[in-house]
């Protein structure tokens, strides 16, 4: 089965122009509701975009066994955290959902069996970010699940099946930190930067800049650096979701590209 295979929904969309792709270091949830130079640089990536026919999102905080797909037609806006102020739980992002969408991917993509899903909606790892892109909340948005048993290499051969929807006026996201290490924050110091997760954040920019594939697929092994970067995948893979949908065509823009309270990468990047 082959890509061209996406035709339910795509036939109904007219063929455009390649939309880019973006992957998002979205940080604290409180960004959904602070003005900083990270919101700022969201809000002009979207400024700057095409308006999508439609959003699929791969956010770090919807993580299953086996890969699932938002299918409903108003999804709920999840707010998937504790000890905010309340004006935070106050934020509601109505987007419509796209179960047409949802149904295409379930039936059409090759190698992957996707389910759908009408318990889940938007979590913050989606709609604090999206919310700065598109405030009007008008484009319709699916979530697309980290399936915690697919390799980094297995997530990457996922996306590329998402390729053709680029011409069809989906934007893909994928949103998570590629630094993330919650245990060592240094919450009295918003400007700090430790030395390893220096490294990590730089060797991460010269992979995805020379399409080094193979060290990005085992970017949590290369060292003990890397590892305390990236203890966990769940907020890495997401960028492996925008890096696979690349062409030799692409270019690739870094933005936000600053480490907070010593672990935490905000590194950004859109791809066409």
Not at 49 to 73: D, F, M, N, Q, Y
Not at 191 to 205: M, P, S
Request: with cysteine.
């Amino acid at each position: 089965m082959q890509i061209n295979r996406l035709q339910s929904f795509s036939a109904t969309l007219p063929h455009t122009d390649k939309m880019p792709v973006l992957f998002l270091g979205h940080g604290s949830p409180m960004n959904a509701i602070e003005e900083n130079n990270f919101v700022k640089e969201w809000r002009k990536t979207g400024q700057s975009l095409p308006t999508p026919k439609a959003i699929i999102c791969i956010s770090a905080h919807w993580e299953t066994r086996g890969t699932r797909v938002t299918s409903v037609s108003h999804p709920k806006t999840i707010h998937d955290f504790k000890g905010f102020p309340p004006a935070l739980f106050d934020v509601q992002y109505p987007a419509p959902g796209a179960p047409d969408l949802a149904k295409e991917l379930s039936d059409s993509l090759n190698e992957t069996t996707i389910e759908l899903d009408k318990t889940w909606g938007l979590d913050h790892g989606a709609w604090s970010v999206i919310k700065a892109l598109f405030p009007a909340a008008e484009v319709p948005i699916i979530e697309l699940s980290i399936d915690i048993h697919k390799s980094p290499k297995e997530h990457y051969e996922l996306a590329k099946e998402l390729q053709y929807l680029r011409y069809k006026g989906v934007l893909i996201i994928g949103s998570g930190n590629i630094v993330h290490n919650l245990r060592m924050m240094d919450w009295q110091k918003p400007d700090l930067d430790y030395d390893w997760a220096i490294e990590a954040n730089e060797d991460f920019k010269d992979a995805l800049l020379d399409d080094r594939r193979e060290k990005l697929f085992n970017f949590q092994c290369l060292s003990i650096h890397h590892q305390l970067s990236v203890p966990s995948l769940e907020h890495y893979l997401p960028s492996l979701y925008a890096y696979a949908l690349r062409d030799e065509r692409d270019d690739i823009r870094l933005f936000n590209d600053k480490l907070i309270y010593g672990s935490i990468g905000m590194l950004s990047f859109q791809i066409g």
